[in-house]
């Protein structure tokens, strides 16, 4: 039975994007003989050569702030972690050791008329308006970059996130949310709403469809599903995902995928906006999703 729902008031949701260090690239300086990156070598950069400028406590340009070194811990549920590419020793409380720090960027908020008087004469001009914004990311010894921006609005300095990176001497590439990705998610995960384009359907001509399963209801399957579920090209997801903030604590929270721009974001309710607890669970999402 598909559970049509009126969107009321604004959602905030955070987001999230994973990228990967070519280690086949040219410049090899970075990396040890084992293929791991030198993190000593890489933060010793990013302090020395770009850290953030900033006047009066003021952000003035791109750059790093707060780039250490550490040990990170998380829960990782055992259903999904018989392979693992962050390099996690094994157990339920697991760690890797990564570079953790902020990005600055500056984003653009568009171009609007502004209006002068010069001689008596008004005219107007169309001016940039910008603003800076943070991400925050680890960087893992393979080579695995998490970025986390804490809200929507802020994914727009990713340009600049991986600029900064390339300027460090880095082969940098997205990693990507393919349809195969989104199909095999939908096959072993409970998921609530998809979107599919370019549907080739005999019956009509439906191109694209969205559309929200109420997964609680067992006893009804969705008949636009049955419809449509192999006849298009899946390209947006959400789904849930079962963890353990707390050891003796689980539950279900909820992550949206999206092809375009190779993204994915999480409710900030569902965390109590708990943004260390948010950067978490997306390394376990990370994990989750390099093992597919």
């Known amino acids: 039975m598909v559970n049509y729902k009126m969107k009321v008031g604004y959602i905030f949701m955070s ?27 890489v933060l010793e950069k990013m302090t020395d050569e770009y850290e953030t400028p900033s006047v009066d406590s003021k952000v003035i340009g791109e750059g790093f702030l707060n780039a250490h070194i550490g040990d990170f811990n998380v829960l990782i549920d055992e259903k999904f972690s018989t392979e693992n590419k962050l390099k996690f020793n094994g157990g339920r409380q697991t ?16 171009y609007y008329s502004e209006v002068y008087i010069e ?4 005219r107007s001009q169309r001016q940039q308006h910008t603003f800076y914004s943070k991400a925050d990311i680890l960087l893992t010894e393979g080579g695995i970059l998490i970025a986390y921006f804490e809200s929507v609005v802020a994914e727009k300095i990713k340009t600049q996130l991986k600029g900064l990176f390339e300027g460090l001497g880095f082969d940098i590439s997205t990693f990507k949310i393919s349809t195969d990705l989104l199909k095999i998610v939908r096959e072993i995960c409970d998921w609530t709403e998809v979107k599919l384009e370019r549907i080739d359907n005999e019956q009509d001509n439906t191109k694209k469809v969205s559309y929200e399963i109420d997964i609680t209801n067992k006893d009804h399957e969705s008949l636009i599903d049955s419809i449509y579920r192999d006849k298009g090209k899946i390209v947006q997801i959400s789904f849930h995902l079962p963890y353990n903030l707390k050891e003796d604590h689980s539950n279900l929270y909820c992550v949206k995928l999206f092809h375009k721009e190779h993204r994915g974001s999480l409710l900030n309710n569902e965390f109590n906006t708990n943004h260390g607890d948010m950067k978490k669970f997306i390394i376990y999402v990370t994990n989750f999703l390099l093992c597919l």
């Open 15 to 41: 987001a999230f994007a994973i990228y990967q260090l070519n280690k086949d690239q040219t410049d090899l300086f970075y990396f040890n003989s084992d293929g791991n990156l030198d993190l000593e070598l």
């Open 119 to 122: 001689n008596g004469s008004v």
């Open 95 to 110: 760690s890797f050791k990564a570079i953790s720090a902020t990005v600055t960027g500056a984003g653009s908020l568009g």
